[in-house]
T-cell receptor
Framework: DSGVTQTPKHLITATGQRVTLRCSPR?????VYWYQQSLDQGLQFLIQ???????AKGNILERFSAQQFPDLHSELNLSSLELGDSALYFC??????????????FGSGTQLSVL | AQSVAQPEDQVNVAEGNPLTVKCTYS??????LFWYVQYPNRGLQFLLK??????LVKGSYGFEAEFNKSQTSFHLKKPSALVSDSALYFC?????????FGTGTRLKVLA
């Protein structure tokens, strides 16, 4: 068990809908990373937060947004969903920020299916 | 921008034989390289990392990786493969505040 909790584990929804994915980092970790894993694009970095502040952004669509709350949990919001958004979404955490070359601890992911 | 490449989608090896999973990198400055493993229905797990120092890095579950600056490679190795090593392996590089992952290599160890 990595100590990173993601909910829900599975999510099935329809095109055009909006969903929220939740991540609780390991106790004491200040950084949260979001990744999207799909068969054709591998593991794509979406966004990183450190202690509530956005620190790095990848190829995240404008329909997607995220935030990290004062208790350090994070939420990834996906709106106007399209079939192509179907993927496994991972959250990872680390004690500090990416600049320290720390290892990441990954959650088990949320499998999103858009029908 | 930093990047890593994993040239093989799948590697098959017989149980008991040595295994190698390849990774090459492209970075500006010093490379900070990682290997992760993903078992079915699980998140990625850290195996090992190279920051500086010895070119041979030892990690979890008997895995090691060899950093080669002249060939810009960071191949993952294990002297004797186990069936339980069958999984998806990712090479990664740190890029400022994020980590860039390769496309993954599926390792299949045959009994």
């Amino acid at each position: 068990d990595s100590g990173v909790t993601q909910t829900p584990k599975h999510l099935i929804t329809a095109t055009g809908q909006r969903v929220t994915l939740r991540c609780s980092p390991r106790s004491g970790d200040l950084s949260v990373y979001w990744y999207q894993q799909s068969l054709d694009q591998g593991l794509q970095f979406l966004i990183q937060y450190y202690n509530g502040e956005e620190r790095a952004k990848g190829n995240i669509l404008e329909r997607f947004s995220a935030q990290q709350f004062p208790d350090l949990h994070s939420e990834l919001n996906l709106s106007s969903l399209e079939l192509g958004d179907s993927a496994l979404y991972f959250c990872a955490s680390s004690a500090a920020g990416g600049a320290t070359n720390e290892k990441l601890f990954f959650g088990s992911g949320t499998q999103l299916s858009v029908l | 921008a930093q990047s890593v490449a994993q040239p093989e989608d799948q590697v098959n090896v017989a149980e008991g034989n040595p295994l190698t999973v390849k990774c090459t990198y492209s970075v500006s400055g010093n490379p900070y390289l990682f290997w992760y493993v993903q078992y079915p229905n699980r998140g990625l797990q850290f195996l090992l990392k190279y920051i500086t120092g010895d070119n041979l890095v030892k990690g979890s579950y008997g895995f090691e990786a060899e950093f080669n600056k002249s060939q810009t490679s960071f191949h993952l190795k294990k002297p004797s493969a186990l069936v339980s090593d069958s999984a998806l392996y990712f090479c990664a590089v740190r890029d400022t505040y994020k980590y860039i992952f390769g496309t993954g290599t599926r390792l299949k160890v045959l009994a």
